[in-house]
């Protein structure tokens, strides 16, 4: 069985690169193009692992991870691991996305082989 990933990003260019370069890890993937999207679709479906823009309009990442895992311990479901991608944070979103202990905090531009790397490391 596939593992089944979750993108949250609002950047087209990111969202098609990283589907066909997880698709082609034998990955499954799934898109939210922002944070409300992201909530619903973790209500409704059951992911491996999410990776998560930390800068988008309305919700930004962090937000989103927090309000995700308030959910999922609501149902006592656990965390999903998860991944943060940024072009830039301010320091106070980078101090609480990395309060909420992701696998990897990357910075953009990244190398997409290294972000491969960590997700199949996550999902071992």
Not at 64 to 89: D, M, R
């Amino acid at each position: 069985m596939k593992k089944r990933i979750l993108i949250i990003d609002d950047e087209e260019l990111i969202i098609r690169s990283l589907k066909k370069l997880l698709e082609k890890n034998n990955f499954e993937v799934f898109i939210a193009k922002n944070g409300q999207d992201a909530l619903i679709m973790t209500e409704e479906e059951k992911f491996d692992l999410i990776i998560a823009d930390i800068r988008m309009p309305g919700m930004n990442g962090a937000d989103t991870i927090q309000a995700i895992y308030e959910n999922l311990e609501e149902s006592n479901l656990k965390k999903i691991p998860t991944i943060f991608i940024t072009g830039y944070a301010d320091e106070d979103i980078k101090k609480r996305a990395l309060a909420l202990k992701p696998i990897a905090y990357i910075y953009k531009p990244f190398d997409m082989n290294e972000l491969v790397d960590k997700v199949k490391g996550a999902l071992k």
